[in-house]
């Protein structure tokens, strides 16, 4: 499919798109979109998108004010006056930070979450029983990892704890939504633990624990502002948390991700946001 943009594009919204990706990945690697083929469908309906470009593994705070930087950046560039964002994951709680936290609240349309844990996870509590020494001598390896592949401040050990239920809790009653800003949310479900091997263990575990989820965030932890429904497929196999941004670039049975992303973005335009 050509990368022109259609005529009557769909996602030709008032303010621009930016992605902002979740935790343990970059966007900003030419090898691999986060992304997958989204970006581009985006594109081609008339979507002006950009990336977030913050650490894999840094705190909520780090990240957001690299966001907000990036954020500052695209309106100089667009001459626009707010901007719409969509993240994934941890990202949506760096996005409801800066929000609230670095006064980035006139500057933001809309908000919309995929998978992200709003209300943390009761599986990473486990990790709150771990032997300290232990978490944060493998923290430091991560780091190290981390560091090489481009992160300017990983701090593995503060920013996994900050995903528990017990972090996001506090995180919650300090920040509230803005009155002027149209928060929407989106999770992702898998079906069995085989639908995703790379998330067979973490999926069976979680939905012993705490119920439906797509290996690492529960449906309802997921659920913020206007919740809009759980993206899955058709068949046995539902959609992990990596599945709903494309990360396989493969076709569901009734779950076209591209054209779904289309479709959110197509939205906010008929909001005209």
């Known amino acids: 499919m050509s990368d022109i943009v259609k005529p009557n594009s769909k996602c030709n919204t008032t303010y621009p798109i930016m992605l902002i990706h979740g935790a343990g990945f970059r966007d900003d690697c030419k090898l691999y979109n986060y992304w997958g083929r989204i970006p581009k469908a985006l594109q081609r309906e008339g979507a002006s998108v950009f990336y977030s470009r913050q650490d894999a593994w840094g705190t909520i705070e780090h990240n957001a ?23 994934h994951s941890r990202g949506g709680l760096e996005a409801r930070y800066l929000i609230h936290e670095l006064n980035m609240n006139n500057c933001i349309a809309s908000l919309t979450t995929i998978s992200t844990p709003h209300h943390g996870s009761k599986s990473m509590d486990i990790f709150y029983r771990f032997p300290k020494f232990l978490y944060r001598f493998v923290s430091y390896l991560i780091n190290l990892l981390f560091k ?40 992702a479900k898998m079906k069995y633990s085989i639908s995703d091997p790379l998330f067979m263990l973490t999926h069976f575990i979680i939905k012993i624990i705490e119920g439906n989820n797509d290996g690492l965030c529960t449906v309802e932890s997921a659920k913020w502002g206007n919740f809009r429904g759980i993206i899955s497929a058709k068949n046995c196999f539902g959609i992990s948390h990596a599945g709903v941004i494309d990360a396989y670039r493969c076709n569901f049975s009734g779950a076209d991700l591209p054209e779904k992303y289309i479709e959110i973005v197509e939205d906010l335009k008929k909001r005209n946001l």
């Not at 004010?65 to 969509?86: C, G, H, M, P, Y």
């Open 65 to 87: 004010s690299i966001v907000k930087e990036e954020i500052i950046k695209v309106l100089s560039l667009t001459n626009a006056k707010k901007i719409n964002l969509v993240a």
């Open 148 to 187: 090489l592949l481009g992160d300017k401040k990983p701090d593995f050990y503060i920013s996994s704890r900050q995903l528990s239920s017990i972090e996001c809790k506090k995180f919650n009653e300090k920040h509230k939504n803005c009155p002027h800003i149209y928060y929407q949310s989106y999770a």
